[in-house]
């Protein structure tokens, strides 16, 4: 006759480490899922304050080289306005932008200014 006491340890030892580890693959899982999570928040909060930044830095150096200057904005210093504000990568700003450039009156232009500065400023999230 067999002793079915070391057996029934040996099978109930089994069970409660695969217990053991059933319960760590779900917490392991369960932290994955929420460590994902706060990535993808942090990442969308990255690229806000990148986005941010870059609209601040073109409206310092719009307000800079166009509405501080003293005289015509030259050709350099266009170009560098131009490429700033394709990088935003805004199809609205680069809207107004357009309207602001192709203004022909001076009262149309100081509009499309203000609403190219009411827009930029909008642009800004504050979370």
């Keep these: 006759m067999i002793d079915s006491k070391p057996l029934n340890l040996k ?74 504000v394709r990088d935003l990568d805004d199809e609205e700003i680069l809207a107004q932008w357009s309207n602001f450039v192709n203004s022909k009156t001076e009262s149309e232009t100081q509009n499309q200014v203000k609403n190219l500065l009411e827009l930029l400023v909008s642009k800004i999230k504050i979370d």
Excluded: M, P
């Design 11 to 84: 099978i109930i030892s089994l069970v409660i480490v695969i217990l053991i580890l059933s319960a760590g693959d779900v917490f392991f899982g369960v932290k994955y899922f929420v460590v994902q999570k706060e990535l993808r928040q942090t990442q969308t909060a990255l690229e806000t304050q990148r986005t941010n930044e870059k609209v601040l830095d073109f409206t310092k150096l719009f307000i800079e080289k166009v509405l501080k200057a003293e005289t015509e904005v030259d050709f350099e210093t266009r170009l560098k306005l131009e490429n700033a």
